[in-house]
């Protein structure tokens, strides 16, 4: 089954404590990209990739890492997170104009 | 600066009624245009997308959504809406660079359908 798989789906973890959400796609997809959902402001991208070993900022992409080493895995890397880091995080692969979104990470950071 | 504006955060229509979704954008060039659906716990399904050409695009679910260059407008619409529909509805744009694509997202509607 073609799909974006999200590790963990859910996550409580302390400020200042590295965290990676791992994201997997089976689709073969160059495009991938992580996204952030908070209330009233709709989903912001965060970081996007075209293919492996290139990747760019998207609208908020302060406070976070991304890599791309191979084409099926696009993690997201919080080096020190911060309580404003507390969200509902979606990866997504994109092949011509349709995006493959992921079932969703919550984020909290206490 | 791109921006995508959803005027309505909230629409309340009933089961059978038609229905329209307000999108605006603000883009230097030519848009791609995006409307996706998000049900209750799940992630995004794209519903629909407008690149080029005809101006009116059918989507999924029966959903129809119309560019209107000169209004800045890719508003989407149902002839009787379903039970099923009520979700939240984003309008976004793409923006092509040399790294590849930005998107931009409204903040949503919530819709909510009444028997």
């Known amino acids: 089954e073609a799909q974006v798989t999200q590790n963990p789906r859910y996550l409580i973890t302390v400020t200042g404590k590295k965290l990676t959400v791992t994201c997997s796609q089976n689709m073969n997809h160059e495009y991938m990209s992580w996204y952030r959902q908070d209330p009233g402001l709709g989903l912001r991208q965060i970081y996007y990739s075209m293919n492996v070993e290139v990747t760019d900022k998207g609208d908020v992409p302060e406070g976070y890492k991304v890599s791309r080493k191979e084409k099926r895995n696009f993690p997201l890397i919080l080096e020190s997170p911060s309580p404003n880091q507390t969200s509902l995080y979606f990866c997504a692969s994109r092949t011509g104009g349709k995006q493959y979104f992921g079932p969703g990470t919550r984020l909290t950071v206490t | 600066a791109q921006s995508v504006t959803q005027p309505d955060i909230h629409i309340t229509v009933s089961e059978g009624a038609s229905l329209e979704l307000r999108c605006n954008y603000s883009?230097?060039?030519?848009?791609?245009l995006f409307w996706y659906v998000q049900s209750p716990g799940q992630g995004l399904q794209l519903l629909l997308k407008?690149?080029?050409?005809?101006?009116l695009v059918q989507g999924i679910k029966g959903f129809e959504a119309e560019f209107k260059r000169s209004q800045s407008s890719f508003n989407l619409r149902k002839p009787s809406v379903h039970w099923s529909d009520a979700a939240e509805y984003f309008c976004?744009?793409?923006?092509?660079?040399?790294?590849?694509?930005?998107?931009?997202f409204g903040t949503g509607t919530s819709l909510t359908v009444i028997p």
């Open positions: 883009y230097g060039a030519t848009p791609y």
């Open positions: 407008y690149f080029s050409g005809d101006t």
């Open positions: 976004a744009v793409g923006k092509s660079s040399n790294t590849g694509n930005q998107f931009y």
